[in-house]
């Protein structure tokens, strides 16, 4: 099982959770909540509103997310639904647990409780230079007062 923090739309509530949930496209168990522990521009963009985390460390805010243990099956399928590693690379980063649910071993519990996690996040590092000068949100929600509604890929 890996660690993956989701900040967008796959997060509980937002339009792509459905793909979590679906256990043909492999196990997503959530563990808790948490953010970013280092600071990372998290902009809406594009012409579909998709959220996207600038793989600039230092800069922006430190985003929340949800953490989860996935299997491998879940692994590669988000991989390819990001579009890694054209769209988005997958790296690890480190997590500050903020809420944590999650059940696990003695090293799991122990890391929960020293408050920071490696996990795998989908940010990205090819993206149009004037993606820098968006404005930049702590928290993603696709209905949020930002006003720009995310496009599902059925209505692309």
């Known amino acids: 099982m890996a660690r993956v923090f989701v900040y967008g739309t796959?997060?509980?509530?937002?339009?792509?959770?459905?793909?979590?949930?679906?256990?043909?496209?492999?196990?997503?168990?959530?563990?808790?909540?948490?953010?970013?522990?280092?600071?990372?521009?998290?902009?809406?963009?594009?012409?579909?509103?998709?959220?996207?985390?600038?793989?600039?460390?230092?800069?922006g805010h430190h985003v929340a997310g949800e953490i989860y243990s996935v299997d491998d099956q879940m692994l590669q399928f988000l991989d390819e639904f990001e579009g890694c590693p054209d769209t988005y690379q997958r790296t690890l980063m480190r997590i500050e647990v903020v809420e944590w649910e999650g059940k696990g071993g003695a090293g799991e519990a122990r890391a929960a409780v020293e408050g920071i996690l490696e996990c795998f996040v989908y940010s990205t590092m090819t993206y149009p230079p004037e993606w820098v000068g968006l404005p930049y949100h702590d928290s993603y929600d696709s209905s949020g007062k930002h006003g720009l509604s995310y496009v599902l890929r059925e209505s692309r």
């Open 10 to 59: 796959l997060k509980k509530g937002q339009p792509n959770y459905k793909h979590m949930i679906n256990t043909a496209k492999g196990l997503a168990k959530f563990q808790g909540r948490g953010r970013t522990v280092e600071k990372y521009p998290l902009v809406i963009a594009g012409k579909y509103n998709i959220p996207y985390m600038l793989n600039i460390p230092g800069t």
